[in-house]
């Protein structure tokens, strides 16, 4: 079972950067891809960025060009770099690990790490 934990977010001012950083535990050698999802209110969850164990990577169409996501320890830690950030871009921020176990994908969530885009 995998266990993860978001930190980093805050208030920021438009134009303004922020780092998110996610710490995976537990069965950290079943994780085939880490990534980060928001949801602000009203909205669905989306897809901000995700990594998987290959190196490849994956962003939303909003957040390209302002966005990078970054990994320390193969799957263990992904951080998410934000700059130029705008007030759309708030929302609560999860984390996500997939992982494969048997035939089953489970994924495991964070509790999320609120964004505030504001001035």
């Known amino acids: 079972q995998v266990q993860v934990a978001e930190s980093g977010g805050g208030l920021v001012q438009p134009g303004g950067s922020l780092t998110l950083s996610c710490t995976a535990s537990?069965?950290?050698?079943?994780?085939?891809?880490m990534g980060w999802y928001r949801q602000a209110p009203g909205n669905e969850r989306e897809l901000v960025a995700d990594t998987n164990r290959g190196g490849g990577t994956n962003y939303g169409d909003s957040v390209k060009g302002r966005f990078t996501i970054s990994r320390l320890n193969a799957m263990n830690i992904v951080y998410l770099q934000m700059n130029s950030l705008k007030p759309e871009d708030t929302a609560v921020y999860y984390c996500n690990t997939i992982s494969i176990i048997g035939t089953k994908r489970v994924d495991a969530w964070g509790q999320g790490t609120l964004v505030t885009v504001s001035s």
């Open positions: 537990g069965n950290t050698g079943s994780i085939l891809a």
